[in-house]
C-alpha cells in the first residue's frame, strides 16, 4: 500500500475518533495526516523524518489556527447577566447547615437535598438554618 494512503487512511481514523473522544483536539492531527498525505502524493520522494515534521508542523498549524475558531463557531455562549438571571432561585432560599460554618472557613448546607459548600461572615452552627445572600460557582454565601 502506498505511504501516501497510509497517511489519508491515518488521517481519516483520526478525524472519525473525534466522535468518540472528548476535547476537540484530534481532529486537527486527522488534519495534519490528510495534510501529510497530500504531501507524500505529491513529494513520493519524502523520507520518514520530512513526513514525520510534516505531519507535526501541519497538527500544530491546524489546532493553533483552526481549535479557537471551531470551538466559537460549534460551542454554545453563555450569557452572564448578573442578578436573579444567574442566581438560579438559590439567592433567599432558606437552607440548613450541614456542617459548621467558621470563618474564614467554609461549611456546608443543604438545600433541595444537595449539600452544597457555604461561607458566612460570622460562625453559624451545624443544624442552624440560614438565608443564601449570593452564590460565587458551587459555593453559597449565607447569613
Known amino acids: 500500500m502506498d505511504i501516501a494512503v497510509v497517511w489519508l487512511i491515518a488521517g481519516l481514523a483520526l478525524m472519525l475518533a473525534e466522535l468518540f473522544v472528548p476535547g476537540f483536539v484530534i481532529l486537527f492531527f486527522g488534519l495534519g495526516g490528510l495534510v501529510t498525505g497530500v504531501a507524500v502524493w505529491l513529494f513520493p520522494g519524502m523520507g520518514a523524518a520530512a513526513q514525520g515534521l510534516c ?60 449539600e452544597w459548600p457555604a461561607e458566612a461572615a460570622r460562625p453559624i452552627e451545624k443544624g442552624a438554618t440560614a438565608r443564601v445572600v449570593a452564590r460565587d460557582n458551587i459555593t453559597l454565601k449565607v447569613e
Open 55 to 114: 505531519f507535526a508542523v501541519s497538527s500544530v498549524l491546524t489546532l493553533a489556527l483552526g481549535r479557537r475558531y471551531c470551538r466559537n463557531l460549534l460551542g454554545g455562549r453563555e450569557e452572564r447577566t448578573g442578578g436573579a438571571a444567574y442566581d438560579d432561585g438559590f439567592v433567599g432560599a432558606t437552607v440548613v447547615v450541614a456542617e459548621a460554618i467558621r470563618p474564614p472557613l467554609p461549611g456546608r448546607v443543604l438545600l433541595n437535598g444537595a
